[in-house]
């Protein structure tokens, strides 16, 4: 029990760690733009190519923990990303810094699934729920607090290369406590790695990823028009179809395939990776919070981080009620209640928030919805029937939550772009037709790529010298954004009720398999 103790706190530190450093770098993106002098594209993919390399590497350590042992992959993974993290802090060039964020997402991709599937190998059943919500908490709290931690780093330093040079004390403390207080766990199925399938996995998800993190602008229909985005995205899913094929083959030849051929032709498990994609869904709408209490509620834009606050809680106590739930319900049960939770948060948004204590009750909410998704209930799922490639299952399940996270922030932002194009129209018909009486010049939405930022277009609409008409123009801005972020959350809400239908669904699917199972007992032993 002590040893179980101990590797349940050294792995949420880990989980801690790791998530929270994909949403950290958030508050240094300036300060590295302006540092290596690139564009602000460019600088984006300090984050692209973090979330390229947890893609990638998510499955594949799933596959290697079950074969050569979690506690010595947990290890590697911990030693990888400490090293990537000294290697963005002493980076010289922009090009370094990139290769740098690579090796330390391929260190911290694997990490919480690791953890997840020591849990379900060596913990006792009755305790694996509290134990998988602890690691969900701590994973949604860091993903949550990610850009608040490292915006108060940056302010107390000054320095953004105190961002990474933090993680190395808390690697080495990982490492130097796991070794003597984890205990090893692996699948007893010795089959060689498939490598081959590996590479085509990786080469897959790589051009997938690239794919849809290359959607944006103000139309996401236009986005796929693109040929970086469905080019690249046709090429992933046109692998991931010979991957199948080629992984049946590798089953066929008694051979361990890297995919879970078996368990994705259960519907059971198809559900469950639609389930993991809405949790991830979900998850990316909370990151829009301190933008809609500094637009819609006029929050200062210095103290909307702090709005934050009670979402992560939220999370955090949603993580550890769910393990319970999952313990004493089953998961089915509380992936209905954290649908619900969530549907209910989202959609208060639009409906109801009108100010900054409503904010809290609908945040709150959704905190404890997606909070409750994202430890114990859908790991739970995804291994009942994985037998020893637990690690298999999560990674799987560990992707198509990343699918989620990468493609709805491309979606939510596109309800934000949409409203701010829409700026200039909406106020020339508050203003009658003409955008004149002394109204910024943009108003008239000529030209909509000209338009500036909302704290420059707060500045602008304040010295409006006609008392009355910046009264109005302000009021259509502020009905304007609203908007956008109103569909934003119904989206969001939409997301979680496609969750509650797949959960609808997976219960039913459950209760066949189990009533045909019992069937053919029943069968077998009237034949006896």
Same mark, same amino acid.
């Given at each position: 029990?002590?040893?179980?103790?101990?590797?349940?706190?050294?792995?949420?530190?880990?989980?801690?760690?790791?998530?929270?450093?994909?949403?950290?770098?958030?508050?240094?993106?300036?300060?590295?733009?302006?540092?290596?002098?690139?564009?602000?594209?460019?600088?984006?993919?300090?984050?692209?190519?973090?979330?390229?390399?947890?893609?990638?590497?998510?499955?594949?350590?799933?596959?290697?923990? #079950?074969?050569?042992?979690?506690?010595?992959?947990?290890?590697?993974?911990?030693?990888?990303?400490?090293?990537?993290?000294?290697?963005?802090?002493?980076?010289?060039?922009?090009?370094?810094?990139?290769?740098?964020?690579?090796?330390?997402?391929?260190?911290?991709?694997?990490?919480?699934?690791?953890?997840?599937?020591?849990?379900?190998?060596?913990?006792?059943?009755?305790?694996?729920?509290?134990?998988?919500?602890?690691?969900?908490?701590?994973?949604?709290?860091?993903?949550?607090?990610? !850009?608040?931690?490292?915006?108060?780093?940056?302010?107390?330093?000054?320095?953004?290369?105190?961002?990474?040079?933090?993680?190395?004390?808390?690697?080495?403390?990982?490492?130097?406590?796991?070794?003597?207080?984890?205990?090893?766990?692996?699948?007893?199925?010795?089959?060689?790695?498939?490598?081959?399938?590996?590479?085509?996995?990786?080469?897959?998800?790589?051009?997938?990823?690239?794919?849809?993190?290359?959607?944006?602008?103000?139309?996401?229909?236009?986005?796929?028009?693109?040929?970086?985005?469905?080019?690249?995205?046709?090429?992933?899913?046109?692998?991931?179809?010979?991957?199948?094929?080629?992984?049946?083959?590798?089953?066929?030849?008694?051979?361990?395939?890297?995919? !879970?051929?078996?368990?994705?032709?259960?519907?059971?498990?198809?559900?469950?990776?639609?389930?993991?994609?809405?949790?991830?869904?979900?998850?990316?709408?909370?990151?829009?919070?301190?933008?809609?209490?500094?637009?819609?509620?006029?929050?200062?834009?210095?103290?909307?981080?702090?709005?934050?606050?009670?979402?992560?809680?939220?999370?955090?106590?949603?993580?550890?009620?769910?393990?319970?739930?999952?313990?004493?319900?089953?998961?089915?049960?509380?992936?209905?209640?954290?649908?619900?939770?969530?549907?209910?948060?989202?959609?208060?948004?639009?409906?109801?928030?009108?100010?900054?204590?409503?904010?809290?009750?609908?945040?709150?909410?959704?905190?404890?919805?997606?909070?409750?998704?994202?430890?114990?209930?859908?790991?739970?799922?995804?291994?009942?029937?994985?037998?020893?490639?637990?690690?298999?299952?999560?990674?799987?399940?560990?992707?198509?939550?990343?699918?989620?996270?990468?493609?709805?922030?491309?979606?939510?932002?596109?309800?934000?772009?949409?409203?701010?194009?829409?700026?200039?129209?909406?106020?020339?018909?508050?203003?009658?037709?003409?955008?004149?009486?002394?109204? !910024?010049?943009?108003?008239?939405?000529? #030209?909509?790529?000209?338009? !500036?930022?909302?704290?420059?277009?707060?500045?602008?609409?304040?010295?409006?010298?006609?008392?009355?008409?910046?009264?109005?123009?302000?009021?259509?801005?502020?009905?304007?954004?609203?908007?956008?972020?109103?569909?934003?959350?119904?989206?969001?809400?939409?997301?979680?009720?496609?969750?509650?239908?797949?959960?609808?669904?997976?219960?039913?699917?459950?209760?066949?398999?189990?009533?045909?199972?019992?069937? *053919?007992?029943? *069968?077998?032993?009237?034949?006896?």
């Amino acid at each position: 029990m002590k040893h179980q103790t101990w590797a349940l706190v050294l792995f949420s530190v880990g989980v801690f760690m790791a998530q929270l450093d994909n949403g950290i770098i958030s508050a240094a993106l300036t300060t590295l733009i302006y540092d290596f002098e690139v564009s602000p594209n460019w600088g984006a993919w300090t984050v692209t190519i973090y979330t390229l390399g947890l893609a990638v590497s998510i499955p594949v350590v799933g596959k290697l923990s #079950d074969r050569y042992g979690r506690k010595r992959l947990f290890l590697i993974e911990v030693f990888l990303f400490g090293f990537g993290s000294l290697l963005v802090a002493l980076s010289p060039s922009f090009e370094m810094l990139l290769v740098s964020r690579l090796i330390q997402s391929l260190g911290g991709g694997g990490i919480f699934l690791i953890a997840s599937s020591h849990v379900l190998s060596t913990f006792p059943r009755e305790i694996q729920g509290r134990a998988l919500g602890a690691l969900g908490g701590m994973n949604g709290i860091a993903a949550v607090l990610g !850009p608040n931690v490292g915006a108060f780093i940056l302010d107390l330093t000054g320095s953004w290369h105190w961002l990474f040079l933090i993680n190395l004390p808390i690697a080495a403390a990982l490492i130097g406590l796991g070794i003597p207080f984890i205990r090893e766990s692996r699948a007893e199925n010795s089959a060689p790695v498939d490598y081959a399938g590996a590479a085509i996995l990786a080469l897959s998800i790589l051009s997938f990823m690239y794919g849809i993190t290359n959607i944006g602008g103000a139309s996401v229909v236009e986005s796929l028009a693109d040929p970086e985005v469905y080019g690249f995205a046709a090429a992933g899913l046109a692998l991931f179809v010979l991957l199948f094929f080629f992984e049946r083959g590798v089953a066929r030849r008694g051979k361990d395939p890297m995919l !879970p051929i078996g368990l994705m032709k259960k519907p059971d498990y198809l559900l469950t990776l639609v389930l993991g994609a809405c949790s991830g869904a979900i998850l990316m709408s909370v990151i829009f919070i301190p933008a809609y209490v500094e637009q819609v509620l006029g929050v200062a834009a210095s103290k909307s981080g702090y709005y934050y606050t009670p979402l992560a809680l939220a999370s955090g106590i949603g993580a550890g009620a769910g393990g319970a739930f999952v313990d004493r319900k089953g998961p089915v049960f509380t992936m209905i209640l954290a649908s619900v939770l969530s549907i209910a948060g989202a959609a208060l948004f639009p409906l109801w928030v009108e100010a900054t204590w409503q904010m809290f009750v609908a945040s709150c909410l959704l905190g404890l919805g997606f909070g409750i998704m994202l430890g114990a209930p859908l790991n739970m799922l995804a291994t009942e029937s994985a037998g020893e490639s637990k690690g298999v299952a999560l990674g799987t399940l560990s992707l198509f939550r990343q699918i989620g996270m990468t493609i709805a922030p491309a979606v939510y932002a596109g309800f934000i772009s949409r409203a701010f194009l829409g700026i200039g129209d909406r106020i020339g018909e508050a203003l009658g037709g003409q955008a004149g009486g002394g109204a !910024p010049p943009w108003t008239s939405g000529a #030209d909509p790529a000209g338009q !500036p930022d909302y704290q420059e277009l707060m500045d602008q609409i304040g010295q409006i010298p006609v008392p009355s008409v910046r009264e109005t123009v302000m009021n259509a801005v502020r009905d304007a954004v609203s908007e956008g972020y109103g569909n934003l959350y119904w989206c969001a809400a939409a997301v979680a009720l496609l969750s509650l239908a797949a959960t609808v669904a997976l219960s039913a699917v459950r209760r066949a398999g189990a009533a045909g199972g019992k069937a *053919k007992e029943e *069968k077998g032993a009237a034949q006896n």
